[in-house]
């Protein structure tokens, strides 16, 4: 697959259920946002979630498979999570109605770079075009 590492830096943040989306969301990368009763989980720019938010993980890249996939293909997620898994590197998965995300911590961008592309993954972007 042809994947490429988004520029910007990403915190998962995690609100109560009932909270509204607050104003400080932002990005131009990536956006997500998942309601469950139990919880308003997150993503977006480092940057833009205020100190005072307990709940929260920062220092995270996204790497996304480029163009659109067809909801008929199967096993995308896979495909990028087994190498992953077998080089130790945790992710945290996204889909949209185009694509498929995943997150990792940005001190394991590179080797998660490197097991992607042992795959047969294509991947670009900064570091992953800085060899």
Known sequence: MKLRVFGETFALARLPGNAAVPDWVAGSEL???????????????DDAVPREVSEVERGFRAIVVTGTLDFTVTG???ALADPLAAAGIP?????T?????ILVRESLLPAAVEALRA?????SG????TR
Do not use: K, N, Q
């Open 31 to 45: 956006i997500a946002l998942v309601r469950t009763a139990r919880e308003l989980s997150i993503v977006c720019r």
């Open 97 to 101: 109605y185009d694509t498929d995300h």
């Open 76 to 78: 995308v997620i896979a």
């Open 119 to 123: 795959a047969g993954h294509e991947v």
């Open 91 to 95: 992710i945290f998965g996204l889909s």
């Open 126 to 129: 900064e570091p992953a075009d």
